[in-house]
């Protein structure tokens, strides 16, 4: 099977991985195409261990060139117009789920936070990501949303950091998020990173929106050694 026609012809990414955004997720994930033939924005139906998507390969990140560390999805066929309908419908009932759980958390007095609700194209499932400080007995929350969607519900806990590379957003710089675009795993980030770049220590100033420090901290931080023998050095005549 090979790819539509298109008016402007766009490169082919790759032949065995690429990356395919899962609508309406930031994170790309790392799928095989088997004897597909991609590009840029087409519209295609993943599989993954949750369950069956409609994605769209995406523009903003390179070929995969490494091996995944996670299972790889495969891509099973171009998406058609009946099945983004029912992409659609999913995707509105996912957002009236999550302010049902964000009301009905408030009521059980649960402090979680939910981020993200997906339901596959098959519509027999619901997943919930969120985010919580510490340890929630959800068990109320399971089974009003049992009850109340007669779907399964499947609960997922996710770190903060986690948390902002799913709902994406700017970061102080005015750029997208590190985690939300090209990062693929999070970096052990310290205060002492931020003294050796002669940063103030105001965590207002060093901490992203997750509340952590920011990732950005670690990405040139070796570099800032090299660049201070340079400046000490003095000048040959």
């Not at 955004?21 to 597909?36: D, M, N, Y």
């Not at 220590?201 to 070796?222: D, T, Y």
Request: include cysteine; aromatic fraction near 4%; charge should be positive.
């Amino acid at each position: 099977m090979t790819c539509p026609m298109k008016e402007t012809p766009i490169p082919i990414l790759c032949e065995d991985l690429v990356r395919v955004v899962v609508i309406p997720e930031l994170q790309p994930v790392v799928c095989r195409t088997g004897s597909l033939i991609v590009r840029h924005d087409d519209e295609v139906i993943i599989e993954t261990a949750d369950g069956e998507f409609l994605g769209r390969v995406t523009r903003f990140t390179a070929p995969v060139v490494k091996p995944p560390r996670k299972r790889p999805g495969r891509i099973l066929r171009f998406a058609m117009a009946e099945e983004g309908r029912i992409d659609q419908e999913n995707q509105e009932q996912a957002g009236e789920i999550e302010r049902y759980i964000r009301r009905r958390a408030t009521e059980l007095n649960l402090e979680i936070r939910p981020i993200r609700v997906q339901i596959p194209l098959a519509g027999d499932s619901i997943l919930v990501f969120f985010t919580a400080e510490q340890r929630v007995d959800f068990r109320p929350l399971l089974r009003d949303l049992g009850r109340r969607y007669q779907k399964r519900v499947d609960m997922r806990a996710m770190g903060v950091r986690d948390g902002s590379r799913l709902t994406g957003g700017l970061g102080p710089c005015g750029r997208g998020l590190c985690c939300a675009t090209f990062m693929n795993r999070f970096h052990s980030v310290t205060v002492r990173m931020a003294k050796r770049q002669n940063l103030s220590l105001n965590p207002a100033k060093i901490s992203g929106m997750c509340g952590r420090l920011m990732c950005c901290l670690a990405h040139e931080v070796e570099q800032y050694p090299e660049l201070q023998k340079r400046k000490r050095k003095p000048p040959q005549e």
